[in-house]
């Protein structure tokens, strides 16, 4: 069956770095929009942004211009490199992959990882 592992995950404090990973198998890598969500105690999950095969990668406003996905095709792993990180960004943080096309509603994902715990402290 398919599986997305994310790993990375950890605490820090305010202004320092994170960077996740998401390793993928027993899927056709290359045809998935991949995508990072995250959830905060007591929130909803939501959207961090998304990569397609070949393109634009997409950024939520809230981590524009600190975060960056980034993918390696050939090894099946997808990557969210975190800078100046903010204690509100809290959060365990998913991987999530949508077959074909990317779309920016966040929606109709076919798999899910398990989450990674990111902690940041003030």
């Known amino acids: 069956q398919v599986q997305l592992v994310e790993s990375g995950g950890g605490s820090v404090q305010a202004g320092g770095s994170l960077r996740l990973s998401c390793v993928a198998s027993r899927l056709t890598y290359s045809a998935y929009c991949m995508y990072w969500f995250r959830q905060a105690p007591g929130k909803e999950r939501e959207g961090v942004g998304f990569?397609?095969?070949?393109?634009?990668?997409n950024y939520a406003d809230s981590v524009k211009g600190r975060f960056t996905i980034s993918r390696d095709n050939a090894k099946n792993t997808l990557y969210l490199q975190m800078n100046s990180l903010k204690p509100e960004g809290t959060a365990v943080y998913y991987c999530a992959a949508k077959r074909d096309y990317c779309n920016d509603r966040y929606v109709g994902m076919d798999y899910w990882g398990k989450g990674t715990q990111v902690t940041i402290s003030s």
């Open positions: 990569i397609p095969t070949y393109g634009t990668t």
